[in-house]
């Protein structure tokens, strides 16, 4: 079993940015593809980025690329999701997800989740 504990999330003007972070418990960290999601109200969970176990590969929506970031530190079980240039139509809770058994962008591939933390971008 993993459990998942996001943080970092906040209110901010447009053109800020915020850093995420989410913590694993288990001692297989490294082995997990990590991916975050959104989900603003009234709309479906949304992918937004994901990282190989390694590190090495990432994958982004393409309205991110270029403005967001993730990472991980496996030495402390956390990825990251660093966040520049917000906009509001960022706003939305953000999740992470951990160990997908399929497609990166499927939040249905996932196996386990943390419990969301509210990115609010004003203008």
């Known amino acids: 079993q993993v459990q998942l504990v996001e943080s970092g999330g906040g209110l901010v003007q447009a053109g800020e940015s915020l850093r995420l972070s989410c913590v694993a418990s288990?001692?297989?960290?490294?082995?997990?593809?990590m991916g975050w999601f959104r989900q603003a109200p009234g709309k479906e969970r949304e992918f937004v980025a994901a990282?190989?176990?390694?590190?090495?590969?990432?994958r982004y929506i393409d309205s991110v690329k270029g403005r967001f970031t993730i990472s991980r530190g496996n030495a402390n079980n956390t990825v990251y999701l660093q966040m520049n240039s917000l906009k509001p139509e960022d706003t939305a809770v953000y999740y992470c997800g951990a160990d997908a058994q399929g497609g990166w962008t499927d939040f249905s591939s996932y196996k386990y989740w943390g419990q969301g933390t509210q990115v609010t971008v004003f203008s």
């Open positions: 990282i190989t176990g390694s590190g090495v590969y990432t």
């Open positions: 288990g001692r297989t960290f490294s082995f997990y593809m």
